[in-house]
């Protein structure tokens, strides 16, 4: 049975697997984005929105574009990609 997320998840998720990408640490990025942990673990973890400004200066960060962010997307569909599924067992 495939899982569905919403978009906050998909976004979140995609945030989270670049930062690991680039072996960031969470506290890392949420320092450089002068917000709190606990708000970028809520963010990768789709419990919080990512508005358009935070996710300008997440990407500028991260180095990718707002593409890459919502490149999980075909067809319209919303399905979770492979890497939120991992995403408990991955190291912060």
Request: net charge positive; charged share 30%.
């Amino acid at each position: 049975m495939e899982k569905f997320c919403s978009v906050d998840q998909i976004v979140g998720g995609r945030i989270r697997l670049r930062r690991i990408q680039l072996h960031m640490e969470r506290a890392a990025l949420a320092e450089a984005l002068a917000i709190p942990d606990s708000r970028l673990r809520a963010l990768e973890a789709g419990r919080e929105r990512v508005g358009a400004e935070m996710l300008y200066r997440i990407c500028r960060h991260l180095t990718v574009s707002a593409q890459y962010i919502f490149a999980p997307w075909v067809d319209d569909s919303l399905k979770c990609a492979e890497v939120s599924m991992r995403e408990k067992s991955s190291v912060d």
